[in-house]
């Protein structure tokens, strides 16, 4: 089937982790960035490929050239542009694009600065398509200007950001370490997803819950460490397991980089559809569309093939995407009856 036909919703992908090849030469000859690993097209987009980096610190390293590109404000009006305009093909409804604003003031840009190109990208992309998209700034786990990010998303809440995050790695740089910048977030009424479970266990995701009060989970699947799991099922939940899954905690679910930065020998192997058929609020998500090389029609065709995932489950998760999203409620209302309803009746839902 045609699953770029049907509508989506995505909660979890990296502005930085998505640019275009051919996007990435013409703005590193522009703005005479010169440390690419190759000028070739194809070669290129076999480096970013990071399909067997077998880990989440090696994937996280290829970030270092778009990053490298995107210092410009020229440069990040493009690429958000750019972002609605590929995720608005592949038939996404409602986008929240995530990236870290410091990340992109090493040309003297300040954070305001970058995020202001950013947020004119992407409305320049919603007027064209009538996809609807939201903001989200990340600070990074293993730098210290959270609380300085954390400020200026809620000084900006309303303009088109929407929410905050916590990213980069996991292991050893605990969430709670930065308990003032989420504090901060948490009083100013904002909304709070934390990447948490993705290459660590369940204390990572009780750490940005209950210590850290985040909204949302980024990845997450490591809950399913604290399932007892046979022969494919769960069959019962820890105390924490237990609290995600009762107070359905949106878990923003990456399969493919899952697979990629080494968590999973094989997509069936992944506890996607355990946790989806024991009751979690699972969403789908690309993550980095130019490292894992997918689109988000490529997730619902592998829960489909290797989870055994039917047109109604895959309204099931967009729905449940939809309900999650930083958005305000009208908004996930129109959409859900409007264009994803109608999009799954269509397709014979």
Not at 229 to 246: N, P, T
Request: proline content about 4%.
């Amino acid at each position: 089937m045609l699953y770029v036909d049907l509508p989506k919703v995505v909660l979890h992908d990296h502005l930085d982790g998505g640019l275009r090849i051919d996007t990435i030469l013409e703005l590193a000859e522009e703005n005479h960035y010169q440390n690419l690993p190759s000028t070739k097209p194809a070669e290129l987009a076999d480096w970013f490929d990071q399909g067997e980096s077998g880990s989440l610190e090696r994937y996280l390293g290829s970030f270092q050239h778009t990053i490298g590109v995107m210092q410009a404000g020229t440069a990040i009006e493009r690429v958000a542009y750019e972002s609605v305009i590929d995720l608005a093909a592949d038939g996404v409804v409602y986008a929240e694009v995530r990236f870290a604003p410091s990340k992109c003031t090493a040309g003297g840009l300040t954070r305001r600065q970058v995020v202001e190109a950013a947020l004119a990208g992407l409305r320049l992309g919603q007027r064209e398509t009538h996809m609807e998209t939201g903001l989200i700034l990340v600070a990074m786990r293993n730098d210290t200007d959270s609380l300085e990010v954390a400020r200026l998303a809620a000084e900006m809440n309303g303009s088109g950001v929407v929410g905050f995050d916590l990213a980069g790695p996991e292991r050893g740089f605990p969430a709670d370490d930065h308990l003032p910048a989420c504090r901060y977030v948490r009083e100013a009424s904002m909304s709070l997803t934390i990447h948490a479970g993705e290459a660590d266990g369940p204390d990572s995701i009780w750490r940005a819950l209950q210590r850290c009060g985040a909204h949302r989970i980024g990845h997450g699947v490591r809950i399913i460490d604290d399932c007892l799991v046979e022969d494919g099922e769960i069959v019962s939940l820890g105390r924490l397991a237990s609290f995600v899954r009762d107070h359905q905690v949106p878990l923003e679910v990456c399969v493919t980089s899952n697979l990629h930065t080494g968590d999973y020998p094989t997509p069936g192997d992944h506890p996607v559809g355990a946790l989806h058929r024991a009751g979690f609020a699972i969403t789908l998500c690309t993550d980095n569309r130019l490292m894992s090389r997918i689109a988000l029609s490529d997730e619902f065709a592998l829960v489909t093939e290797h989870h055994e995932f039917t047109l109604r489950d895959l309204q099931q998760v967009t729905e449940q995407a939809m309900m999650a999203a930083f958005c305000p409620l009208p908004t996930k209302e129109r959409l859900l009856t409007e264009r994803i309803r109608p999009g799954y009746e269509m397709a014979g839902v």
